[in-house]
């Protein structure tokens, strides 16, 4: 049995959850957000938890019991508290700005990479950081990957948009030759 999904999930008292059959919607300050829940899981809800559970002992059953448990918990954070990353851009000449909702950075190419977020996910620039905000975990985490990819940091001078806290592996660069004489 999975240590994850016998942990019910506790209910905030802002948050209302509503089950119809498989799917699973929960509404709180920041927004709503739906799920369709495996057919191999049960979910049985009360005013403060909602409690997971296996239909059989099978391996999918087992298998999905945890991670249903923990889309569900990150489904409650989400719509009260929200979810946060930070990308870091070092490199000379390296900016970024936000302008009518979408990200437009200077990032040593010979034009401006201009970035489109998805629905339900903001992004603002402070200083040399961009902070992705919003309530799906998911969706989050993409966007910084994404914005992470248009420009990763390279070993050398470690220049390029990284996670905040990235370390990143510096290389040496070129040896100088030892001249023979």
Do not use: C, W
Not at 66 to 89: A, D, Q, Y
Not at 96 to 120: C, D, R, W
Not at 160 to 171: L, T
């Amino acid at each position: 049995m999975s240590r994850i999904g016998k942990i019910p999930v506790e209910i905030k008292e802002n948050v209302k959850v509503v089950i119809s059959g498989r799917k699973i919607t929960v509404s709180g300050p920041k927004g709503e957000l739906n799920l369709t829940v495996h057919a191999a899981v049960k979910i049985e809800a009360n005013e403060t938890q909602i409690k997971i559970k296996p239909v059989s002992g099978s391996k999918s059953s087992r298998e999905q019991y945890g991670l249903t448990r923990t889309l569900i918990s990150n489904m409650v954070t989400g719509v009260t508290e929200g979810f946060e990353k930070r990308l870091e851009f070092k490199g000379v000449g390296y900016r970024a700005s936000v302008e009518n909702g979408k990200l437009v950075m200077a990032l040593g190419f010979s034009h401006p990479t201009i970035y489109t977020p998805k629905q339900g996910v903001e992004i603002r620039v402070e200083k040399n950081t961009i902070i992705v905000n919003g309530i799906d975990k998911q969706m989050v985490g993409q966007t910084a990957a994404e914005i992470r990819a248009l420009k990763k940091p390279e070993p050398y001078k470690g220049k390029g948009i990284r996670y905040e806290g990235e370390r990143i592996r510096r290389k040496a660069g070129k040896a100088a030759v030892k001249s023979g004489g």
